[in-house]
């Protein structure tokens, strides 16, 4: 009885020693869950700010701040220049 009551609290020791893991779904989540997303958003970012650029070679409008404004603010900025280039009336090259 004594050797059992000693087993258990070596047990209980060393768990307590021991740093608290968290459970396997939780390292595999974390492992390699953001990367994919911020790749994402990265080329979105870059790809309105294409379409920013080129909307406004087009139009022979506009300023270079969109560009950065798209750049920075992502997909808020390009739906910002959009409703701004719907109060626009010249019309794009055809």
């Not at 060393?14 to 911020?38: D, I, L, N, S, Y």
């Not at 979105?44 to 909307?55: C, G, P, R, S, T």
């Not at 808020?76 to 010249?90: E, H, K, P, S």
Request: aromatic content about 8%; glycine content about 8%; some cysteine.
């Amino acid at each position: 009885m004594r050797e059992l009551e000693l087993e258990q609290r070596r047990i209980q020791l060393e768990r307590q020693r021991r740093p608290q893991e968290h459970p396997r779904h939780w390292k595999h989540h974390r492992k390699g869950g953001m990367v994919p997303f911020v790749l994402v958003c990265f080329v979105v970012h870059i790809l309105v700010a294409v379409w920013v650029y080129k909307d406004i070679r087009e139009r022979n409008s506009g300023s270079g701040i969109w560009i950065v404004i798209a750049l920075l603010t992502g997909l808020f900025g390009v739906l910002a220049y959009a409703i701004v280039r719907l109060g626009d009336t010249r019309q794009t090259k055809s």
